[in-house]
Nanobody, 124 residues
Framework: QVQLVQSGGGLVQAGGSLRLACAVP???????IGWFRQAPGKAREFVGI???????EYPDSVKDRFTFSRNNTKYVVYLQMNSLKPEDTAVYYC???????????????????WGRGTQVTVSS
């Protein structure tokens, strides 16, 4: 079973920064990595994607605050979150998608493998 391993997260004050990591198993090193988040009582929300070639996509809610990067030695994707707001509080998930689909990458059902999630809490 393929499992993405997440790390990072925690509690931060509004305006602060956090970095999340998602380690990808070698057998799916050709997959792109997307991120989602889910706040209590809300649907899971797309946070962004980093395609294998390095192109990234972000929704307006996090654009200019969140940035993806990758470790070139091992396949680890980082989500750097700056200028955090209380509304960013959620459980964050990374997920792997094995195909390019312009019209589906914002949907969670397009992703095959998932991390277990990590809590991010932003206090006001």
């Amino acid at each position: 079973q393929v499992q993405l391993v997440q790390s990072g997260g925690g509690l931060v004050q509004a305006g602060g920064s956090l970095r999340l990591a998602c380690a990808v198993p070698d057998r799916i090193d050709h997959y792109a990595i997307g991120w989602f988040r889910q706040a209590p009582g809300k649907a899971r929300e797309f946070v962004g994607i980093r395609w294998v070639g390095g192109i990234t996509e972000y929704p307006d809610s996090v654009k200019d605050r969140f940035t993806f990067s990758r470790n070139n030695t091992k396949y680890v994707v980082y989500l750097q979150m700056n200028s955090l707001k209380p509304e960013d509080t959620a459980v964050y998930y990374c997920a792997a998608i094995g195909r390019y689909c312009r019209d589906c990458y914002e949907r969670e059902d397009a992703y095959e493998f998932w991390g277990r999630g990590t809590q991010v809490t932003v206090s006001s």
